[in-house]
């Protein structure tokens, strides 16, 4: 294992060193190495009168942001100091030809072990806007997560919209009272866990509080007339979130670091995973504002969730709050009404005209998948039990109605891949085509206590993955069903973006539904939020060799297994073909 002299830990501060390659060339074609040491640690924080150990990169929570430019390259030395294996995924980064660095466990690598160091080396190429970065093992992801930023190649001028004054990520996430491991751990083996409270950068704000001392909340100050592009990022396990601020409106004007069509709301809706840049000017009357940012939730009879809002203040620059004066509060949408992250999800739209917006969509398909998304129940002993609510089953999330199960190997996947075992093989299971058997998937009637699901409820667990060859044009529809629980799933796609051709509420129909086909300017997005009780169709061009993650980024559907791997073969030729995995690999504990 390779070492560096380490920084002063109790300083813990990130070392961003940029190393220009050629100082003669121009500064628009000036590619840099953006360089990070990330110490992972157990650090404790107290809030709501309670003291956590929490597992931090640098002692921040969040986590370092990365900035680069489109066209550099990222080195992060991983130290993990934490008593936990750990992997650090580059959510939404493309990977080309470097899946080897894509951070998922016992797929595209072994896990660093604590006590170990590993050094991620990826480029950036091609992509402009919001991504972020977090760990890829149980629900360490809640604490250890940070923004990627990445601006264009010839500067803030060259954005497709007006250079902003200052921009600001704003991170959605949780803060949990419980080791997360032992959380997600639970999650698995059916255990009810929830967050203590919703955050925004990590603040719980003025709704919580404990013995009279209220919360702090993340405060931004602004001066008027001026615009700020907000970086949203929803690092959260748990919960979708509309957030508002009273008084201003947003244009949206890009998600998953893809331009959109720039579009004027008074909410965003932001999905675990996703991203979303977002202009706001401040045009209101001087003063204080709230930023509120509310987890919705599907209705009963789903299961009800308490509802753990959290609040910041916009705060216009030199102006004197009178002491006892509240700050404004937008009207929230109600937390169980999904209507609004439905028409939300479905008015992003491609930039057109823009250098970054690929080729046009693909007309020509290769390959359909058909996936329903749901629950069901395996035995815990045996092949046959008692269904319904018996203690003899646990609760699985799945897809086609398989829910994942990483293979006993003590080898990464991607390694068996790369070798060309036909070992691997044999640890998989094909992803069909189609769900095995037809039903009204959206039926209100089989939301349990509903009478209907008790038969749909048997499903297995195997490791789910299929095949493409390279170059494949692949068109998914994913169908959301009412089976156990009627959630949303916000879908990621590792190593590709997708396009959003269309969505709808439920049962996809193809006779009716291809003709709404967005195919000049879908929105392209590498989280796609498939609405309650409806569908998404999307279409990607697989072409990029690996091992990919397909998954719901709710926290706890992944642990339940609602995960396919998506194996894109090599090319015919070396640039379109997997290169050898990085010398200084970690190597795997023996299982
Ligand atoms: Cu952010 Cu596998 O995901």
Redesign the pocket.
Known sequence: MKCWSLPDASTAITIAAVIFLHAIIPPAAMAAVVEHTFIVSQVKMTHLCNETLVTLVNGQFPGPAIEVTDGDSVTVHVVNKSPYDLTI?W??VKQQLNCWADG?PMITQCPILPNHNFTYKFNVAGQEGTL?W?A?VAFL?ATVHGALVIRPRHGASSYPFPKPHKEIPIILGEWWQMDLERADWGIAHGVDLYFGASTINGKLGDLYNCSGSIEDGYVLDVEPGKTYLLRVINAALFAEYYLKIAGHKFTVVASDANYVTPYTTDVIAIA??ETMDALVVADAAPGRYYMVALPNQSPEPDPQSPVLITRGIVQYRRVQAPAGDTPVSPEMPDQDDLMPSLHFHANLTGLLHHPHQPTPVPTQVDERLFITLGLGTVCRRGHSCKRSQSNETFTVATMNNISFQQPAVATPLLKLHYHNTNRMDMLLQELPDKAPRVFNYTDPALIPPGPKEAKLEPTSKAALARRFRHGTVVEVVFQGTALLQSESNPM?L?GHDVFVLAQGEGNYDAARDVARYNLVNPAIKN?VHVPRLGWVAIRFVADNPGIW?M?C?FGFH?TMGMVALFIVEDGLTTDTSLPAPPADFPSCRHI
């Open positions: 995924h959510h939404g998922v972020w977090h890829h992801q675990p995973g990621h590792h989280t993650y998954h980024h992944l």
